[in-house]
T-cell receptor, first 117, second 113 residues
Framework: GAVVSQHPSWVICKSGTSVKIECRSL??????MFWYRQFPKQSLMLMAT?????????EQGVEKDKFLINHASLTLSTLTVTSAHPEDSSFYIC?????????????FGEGSRLTVL | AQKITQTQPGMFVQEKEAVTLDCTYD???????LFWYKQPSSGEMIFLIY??????QNATEGRYSLNFQKARKSANLVISASQLGDSAMYFC??????????FGTGTRLQVFP
């Protein structure tokens, strides 16, 4: 199947710093990628839709200045958590639509676990 | 509003037995897709099975089958011949005419010997 890779898998940072998470589609071009956030023992919540070459579309309640998304190429989307605080600690997971697949058939990255001290 | 409901926080099943994980959904849109994903403790989301709202037959993928009851708005996942490696969180999800997925709260499945 299609491969989506995230980096880093784990990141620990100090409060106030910014952290960048990368999401790459390795063997296909993804015009659209999605970023989800998952708190421990909870479900995935969609944060934003990342569109190649245009601004991301954020879900209600997600601060766009806090979670910067850039989709500069057809294989790479980045999520930057700016001025991170402990409450931003979470599991962030991206997904990409596979061209020609069923609507909603997404392939997910391995996830990135962020811990803010 | 669209919603996915998984009422079973946790399920236990003995190895080699079958297990059904419940999922109900709510949407007024006639066109939608239903998905099941497996999330092991490592965190990645693994696609298991898909059912389109217009599909006449229940989807099957190896040991996974989806019991699609459209009138009841349910899309239960049946895992046959459970294996120890099936122990994981299982999420039901729905998409409308976009690729955005709405996830249920998940069911933790534990397979014991």
């Amino acid at each position: 199947g299609a491969v989506v890779s995230q980096h880093p898998s784990w990141v620990i940072c100090k409060s106030g710093t910014s952290v960048k998470i990368e999401c790459r589609s390795l063997d296909f071009q993804a015009t659209t990628m999605f970023w989800y956030r998952q708190f421990p023992k909870q479900s995935l919540m969609l944060m934003a839709t990342s569109n190649e070459g245009s601004k991301a579309t954020y879900e209600q309640g997600v601060e766009k200045d806090k979670f910067l998304i850039n989709h500069a190429s057809l294989t790479l989307s980045t999520l930057t958590v700016t001025s991170a605080h402990p409450e931003d600690s979470s599991f962030y997971i991206c997904s990409a639509s596979f061209p020609g697949g069923a609507t909603g058939e997404l392939f997910f990255g391995e996830g990135s676990r962020l811990t803010v001290l | 509003a669209q919603k996915i409901t998984q009422t079973q926080p946790g399920m236990f099943v003995q190895e080699k037995e079958a297990v059904t994980l419940d999922c109900t959904y709510d949407t007024s849109d006639p066109s939608y897709g239903l998905f099941w994903y497996k999330q092991p403790s490592s965190g990645e989301m693994i696609f298991l099975i898909y059912q389109g709202s217009y599909d006449q037959q229940n989807a099957t993928e190896g040991r996974y089958s989806l019991n699609f009851q459209k009138a009841r708005k349910s899309a239960n996942l049946v895992i046959s011949a459970s294996q120890l490696g099936d122990s994981a969180m299982y999420f039901c999800a729905m998409s409308l005419n976009t690729d955005k997925l709405i996830f249920g709260t998940g069911t933790r499945l534990q397979v014991f010997p």
